[in-house]
């Protein structure tokens, strides 16, 4: 029999490979409670404004979990993101640099959907990687 943590990580893994790999934007009504809430993003419309930025800027992006770790109620996440900048991103134009960047996530599961997110992102080394230096 499946636990809790478990059924939680393959709750949070079918999101991020749904979300964030096959860029399924509109697959947060299935996988987000309706009370979820965005700690980093504002909103579920932030959340999803921040995916497409990131798409745009990076088209061939891959998202890959390196470590997933549930308890309780909680998911964490260390997960990789690279890809080529390809487009605009905040303002900065295509410099056709690859990125390598080391992101965590935190999720709450409850009852099988995703209740809160809260990410972190290694911004300085994206942007010095954008940067080339």
Request: overall charge negative; charged content about 25%; aromatic content about 12%.
């Amino acid at each position: 029999m499946k636990t809790l943590e478990q059924s939680n990580i393959e709750t949070v893994s079918a999101f991020i490979e749904a979300f964030w790999n096959e860029s399924d934007l509109e697959c947060v009504d299935r996988f987000l409670s309706a009370d979820y809430q965005e700690l980093s993003y504002q909103s579920k419309e932030g959340l999803k404004q921040f995916a497409a930025t990131i798409l745009e800027a990076f088209p061939d992006k891959r998202y890959t979990v390196e470590e997933m770790i549930g308890q309780e109620d909680k998911v964490l996440v260390k997960m990789s993101v690279k890809g080529t900048h390809q487009g605009m991103f905040f303002g900065t134009a295509p410099t056709g640099n690859t990125i390598d960047v080391t992101l965590y996530r935190r999720y709450r599961v409850v009852n099988g959907k995703i209740a809160e997110h809260r990410g972190w992102i290694d911004m300085v080394t994206m942007w010095s990687q954008i940067r080339g230096e």
